[in-house]
């Protein structure tokens, strides 16, 4: 069971928005920050943004992160078909002493 | 560029330890801790420790303890994972992960092309 909670899938047809949450507790997401990864089947998994809402060199401007206590949101805004893969948030979880991840989900373009 | 190198698939029997290596270049190799992760089969990711090239300090995933080690070895830039009294839901993907000198200190940007694992009775 992941300490970061996710759902399990999200749709969207082309050109749709799309939103994903990753929700926690006081240990992880509340305080800290929120990383979100992409991974195509068969890859290793992408940084799409880190510390919450920060998009690394070459993510493209339509993906975006937020927070606002609980939960982070990750999202899609404009779906394209390249989109279709699972997404993973994380953080560091203070109870713990490492780092957690939530379940993914799993986006797919209609 | 940044480059992480995994060992190869192994296959091992219930009761074993493997050993993955993964060799770095492309960035300072003690300034960024070294994690890794593994994701079984149709399952999420799951961190397993990470290590602190400078000074060899270490933190495991509580359901890891005492069967996980984590060293590296900075002359060769290789970190590596050895795991011990394998099972069968061992079976994964083992990646190894750093930050390396991308856009921030503690993300996950770069990752190894992940070494299967598979555990057999």
């Known amino acids: 069971q992941a300490v970061l909670t996710q759902p399990p899938s999200a749709s969207g047809t082309p050109g749709q928005r799309v939103t994903i949450s990753c929700s926690g507790s006081?240990?992880?997401?509340?305080?800290?920050?929120i990383y979100w990864y992409q991974q195509v089947p068969g890859r290793a998994p992408k940084l799409l943004i880190y510390?919450?809402?920060q998009r690394p060199s070459g993510v493209p401007e339509r993906f975006s992160g937020s927070k606002s206590g609980t939960p982070a949101s990750l999202v899609i805004s404009g779906l394209r078909s390249e989109d279709e893969a699972d997404y993973y948030c994380?953080?560091?979880?203070?109870?713990?002493?490492?780092?957690?991840f939530g379940g993914g989900t799993k986006v797919t373009v209609l | 560029q940044v480059r992480l190198v995994q060992s190869g698939a192994e296959v091992k029997k219930s009761g074993a330890s493997v050993k993955v290596s993964c060799q770095a270049s492309?960035?300072?190799?003690?300034?960024?801790?070294m994690h890794w992760v593994r994701q079984a089969p149709g399952q999420g990711l799951e961190w397993m420790g990470r290590?602190?090239?400078?000074?060899?300090?270490?933190n495991y995933a509580q359901r890891f303890q005492g069967r996980v080690t984590i060293i590296t070895d900075t002359s060769m830039t290789t970190a590596y994972m050895d795991l011990n009294t394998l099972r069968s839901d061992d079976t994964a993907v083992y990646y190894c992960?750093?930050?390396?000198?991308?856009?921030?200190?503690?993300?996950?940007?770069?990752w190894g092309q992940g070494t299967l694992i598979t555990v057999s009775s």
């Open positions: 994380a953080g560091w979880d203070d109870s713990l002493s490492g780092w957690v």
């Open positions: 006081s240990s992880n997401i509340r305080n800290k920050f």
């Open positions: 510390r919450n809402y």
């Open positions: 492309g960035y300072d190799f003690t300034a960024y801790y």
């Open positions: 290590i602190s090239p400078h000074n060899g300090a270490t």
């Open positions: 992960a750093t930050a390396g000198a991308g856009a921030d200190y503690e993300a996950f940007e770069y």
